[in-house]
Each structure stands twice: as C-alpha cells, then as structure tokens.
C-alpha cells in the first residue's frame, strides 16, 4: 500500500477547466470516495491518477513518486471498472492470472497469489468456470481478485457496483469493506451513490462541476455540510433548504411562522437547512406551526411525510414513526430541532 498526494490536480479539454485544482493527502491504507452526480469529474479525477488520463497541472504522487508521466502500467496500482472486464474464453483461474503470467512471474507464485485472493474472496468453488456460468456478483469479485492478486500500492475502483441490482449491491459493499480491513490497502473509490460512498469511506471528496466541494469523514460532511450543494447531495432523502429571515435569534419561516433558534449572530436573509429527523411531529412549545400532508411514504419502521407548510408553498419532507397514522390533508403540528439548523449565504450557499 501506498500514500497518494494530489496537489493542485488541474484537467482542461480545448481550453475549458474541467477540474479545479483537487489537492488531497490519502493516508497509506486509507479508504477514500469521490462522490457526486453525473459529469461531475469524479471519474476524470480516478483516471488521472491511473494514468489513462493526462493533467493539465498539479501533481500526482503514489508512494514516493510523481507518476505525472508515467504510463499505467508503471504506476503499481490496480483498477476495477464498472463493466468486469473478463476474458470470456478464460475459467475465473486464468483471468487471475493473466496479468501476473504476463509480468513473467514463476507458475507456483501465481498458483499461490490465485489461491490467497480466491480464499479473501470466496471464489475457490468457481475458479475452473468460465464467466459466463457466473452470476453478476461473483464477476465483480473476479475483478476484483485479478486486481488483488498484483498486490498494487493502491486500489482504484470506478462505480464498481453500478451493474449490480439493490440486494447485490449492498452484499458486494460489506466484502468491499471487509476485504479493505482485512488487506489495508489504500483505496480510491468512485460512486455517484451517497448511501455507497457514506458506509465505505474514510473520507469523502464530494465533487460539483469539477470542484472539490468538501474533503471530510462522513459525519463530518453529513453534520456540518461545507455549503448548500453538499448539504442537498448528501443524505437520502435530502435536506430541506429554504429561505428565511433571520432577526435576532428568531427566524421568520415562510407563511410568517416565528421559530426561536440558538444562533442568534445569523441575521438577515439567509437560506435554512435543516434534515426531516430534525423535525419533531408531536411538539411542545411556542415554536410548533402547522403543515399540511401532501404524501406519505412507508418504509417499515419509519415513514417519510412530504408537507406544505401552512400559508406557503415551501415544501418540508418530515421523519416519522413507521407507526404513526398520516394520509393526504392530514394537518400536522411540527417543530424544529433548533440546535440541529444549518444556515447558509443566499448569494453564494457556503455554510454561515
């Protein structure tokens, strides 16, 4: 395993930046995510530091090396790519092995590495099928044994699960996350998402139009989100953000409600974020106004309202008890969890 440095990573296409000067210091077996929507860079980034794409300026580092010109090949890491990549005609032992046989390594070392990455990932009843007797999982773990088996400096895994349905996902994340305790190799992983990136990192790269919107463990960036882009991004189903007056520590909601809240330094126009679990449904207090049930969604042990509130259009989607009874028109009194509020600029939406 190895360090990985990106400092001022830039990447411009016929003179248009498309990454904005990334810099991040990966700790020798740490798990970092790269996370964000579509055409975001996530994946422009990952490919820099393989190699298959060229930087414009900056500096990329694995191990004690710049690798800026170096090929691939000559990089010592490993990348698992979205589709698997198998050599169809090759049983699941020869596309292990093919990339140790091509670096001219003896037929009991290869035997051996196979056999260590076939055990990590449960792979030894499967090793004389060919991929097409496989199941979409059991591909992905080939593809990431032939990765293993190299043992690279890094991992580099760009949307690695995307293929996989909901149930399959969620079994290939927990052996993503074992087999990274289990080798502590570092690791760079792409997603677009959230729930993915959330449970594997150690640290997220939460990108937005090529920029770096937040570096940050996980809880950092869902409980103290850099600005409001991240703070909509980040969490499922996403904060409510709205506008609101702010007057000396009382905001004015939309539909003139007044909350008492415990930043009383905010003042003025500013935007609201604040998560549906902070949303108290059976409130005691002067600060308790009314919303209207618009829909109601049921998950089991909780239930997700989406209200109006009262004498507006602005929208809240509110956590409640999977228990609690609520349908459409149902009027709800609600109260806000003021020491949980997120407050941020209305002419550029970083975190006040």
């Not at 990329?60 to 198998?86: C, H, K, W």
């Not at 001219?104 to 260590?116: C, E, L, N, P, W």
């Amino acid at each position: 395993m190895a360090r990985i440095q990106l400092q001022d990573v830039r990447k411009s296409y016929a003179g248009q930046e498309v990454i904005h000067g990334v810099t991040i210091d990966i700790a020798n077996g740490e798990f970092v995510v790269i996370v964000g929507p579509s055409g975001c860079g996530k994946s422009t980034l990952l490919r820099m530091v393989a190699g298959l794409e060229e930087i414009t300026s900056g500096t990329i580092s694995i191990g004690d090396r710049v690798v800026n010109t170096l090929e691939p090949r000559d990089r010592n890491i490993a990348m698992v790519f979205q589709n698997y990549a198998l050599y169809p005609h090759m049983t699941v032992r020869d596309n292990m092995a093919y990339g140790l046989k091509i670096a001219g390594m003896s037929k009991a070392d290869i035997d051996a590495a196979v056999a260590r990455a076939a055990a990590m990932l449960e792979l030894e009843p499967y090793l004389d099928r060919k991929p097409r007797a496989l199941s979409g999982g059991q591909r992905q773990r080939v593809a990431m044994g032939r990765a293993l088996v190299r043992e690279p400096a890094a991992f580099l895994l760009d949307e690695p699960l995307s293929n996989l349905d909901a149930k399959l996902r969620v079994q290939m994340r927990l052996q993503i996350k074992d087999l990274h305790l289990r080798t502590g190799q570092t690791t760079l992983y792409v997603t677009h998402d959230q729930v993915e990136a959330m449970t594997l990192a150690d640290r997220l790269i939460v990108m937005n139009q090529g920029i770096a919107q937040q570096i940050a463990t996980p809880f950092e960036v869902y409980t103290t989100p850099a600005n409001e882009f991240v703070a909509g991004f980040i969490g499922s189903p996403a904060m409510n953000i709205f506008d609101v007056r702010s007057e000396n520590g009382t905001l004015v909601l939309p539909g003139g409600h007044r909350v008492t809240v415990d930043h009383p330094a905010i003042d003025g126009e500013v935007r609201l974020g604040l998560r549906p679990e902070d949303i108290q449904t059976a409130p005691e207090g002067p600060d308790a106004f009314p919303v209207e049930v618009q829909s109601v969604e049921w998950l089991g042990a909780d239930a997700y309202g989406y209200c109006v509130i009262d004498n507006s259009e602005t929208r809240l989607t509110v956590r409640m008890p999977g228990n609690a009874v609520a349908k459409r028109g149902d009027r709800l009194q609600i109260s806000l969890a003021a020491s949980r509020l997120h407050f941020f600029s209305r002419t550029d939406g970083r975190r006040l």
